[in-house]
């Protein structure tokens, strides 16, 4: 084996995925899977877990399923419970369960916002804080693999309480990645794009899904210049972040999806000015449009940029 093959080698390790018995989290638990660790499934639905379970250990994984509704202390506790009792360990979390309630500011209601923010937001903070506790006792370190997404980095249109989720579990990435240094564990944030239920329903890209369904290739501006692909295409980061090729690699948020792999940049100022004793509104009004007001900054996720000659292949 060479050096680059057991640096991801994971045998001997144990990981939680929340949400994955179907799509992204089913992708993340079949390669933590092949690449050696046993995996408890999690999904609150129990059918969906128990055939995620059975797709691992068909394929020669070690996998068992823990039903709940990650949000909860107590339901983060039976995960790393399950973990410790059926394969004596845990080493890996990946905080991956969420859900969408997707409307405009003026027609979201409390409901709607509270039940996003309870499953990605409080389900990433209770899961990796059982996480945290059981790996600082275990004393072997570990790792914190947060799922993010492109709204959290740049906001979306109709997406409120997903994208101020997803922004704040960026933030806890980098926050629990000093805490945590100490303990040897490392904690990320990936940022995936891929086909999924939650990408379908946008018009640029819904062609090209229905085509990828009926076996045909996703094209190479989406699968280069968009970084997007399929589920698949965006599992590696997680068996990689999860191994010894990964110990120096904290507070992080990395894409992937499709062809790319990408680094984000931590929010930073891109410009500055300055007045003696102070500002005044007036005086900002007259600094602004040569000053810090010459680089205001872009929001959205971008659409995809599709070139005027292509087409859905075999359409």
């Not at 409901?111 to 004393?139: K, M, P, W, Y």
């Not at 922004?167 to 980098?174: D, F, S, V």
């Not at 819904?206 to 501006?221: C, H, I, K, S, T």
């Not at 999860?242 to 499709?258: F, K, L, N, P, Y």
């Amino acid at each position: 084996m060479d050096s680059s093959a057991s640096a991801v080698d994971l045998h001997g390790k144990v990981a939680v995925v929340t949400g994955s018995g179907r799509g992204l989290g089913l992708a993340y638990a079949a390669a933590l899977a092949q690449a050696g660790a046993a995996v408890v499934v999690n999904d609150i639905d129990e059918a969906a877990a128990a055939h995620a379970v059975e797709t691992l250990t068909k394929a020669g994984g070690r996998a068992v399923a823990e039903v709940a509704a990650v949000g909860t202390g107590e339901a983060a506790d039976r995960l790393v419970a399950r973990a410790v009792e059926t394969f004596g360990r845990l080493d890996v979390m990946v905080t991956n369960a969420g859900i969408l309630r997707d409307r405009v500011l003026w027609k979201m209601t409390d409901e709607d916002f509270d039940a996003v923010i309870a499953t990605h937001l409080r389900g990433t903070f209770t899961c990796a804080r059982a996480a945290a506790v059981h790996l600082r006792a275990q004393g072997e370190g570990g790792r914190l693999i947060l799922v993010g997404s492109p709204a959290g980095q740049r906001g979306n249109f109709g997406q409120t309480n997903y994208a101020a989720a997803k922004a704040g579990i960026a933030a806890m990435a980098r926050t629990w990645s000093m805490e945590l240094a100490r303990a040897r564990i490392t904690v990320n944030a990936i940022v995936p794009v891929a086909a999924t239920a939650m990408t379908e329903t946008v018009p640029a890209f819904a062609p090209y899904v229905e085509a990828m369904r009926q076996g045909r290739p996703l094209p190479e501006f989406l699968r280069k210049g968009e970084g997007f692909g399929t589920v698949e295409d965006c599992a590696a980061l997680v068996p990689f972040l999860a191994s010894d090729a990964a110990r120096d690699v904290t507070g992080q948020c990395i894409g992937i999806g499709g062809d790319r792999l990408t680094l984000w940049s931590h929010p930073q100022e891109v410009k500055a000015a300055y007045a003696d004793g102070g500002w005044s509104p007036r005086s900002i009004a007259a600094a602004w449009p040569g000053s810090v007001g010459a680089e205001l900054q872009s929001v959205g996720v971008p659409a995809p940029k599709v070139p005027e000659a292509a087409g859905v292949a075999g359409a």
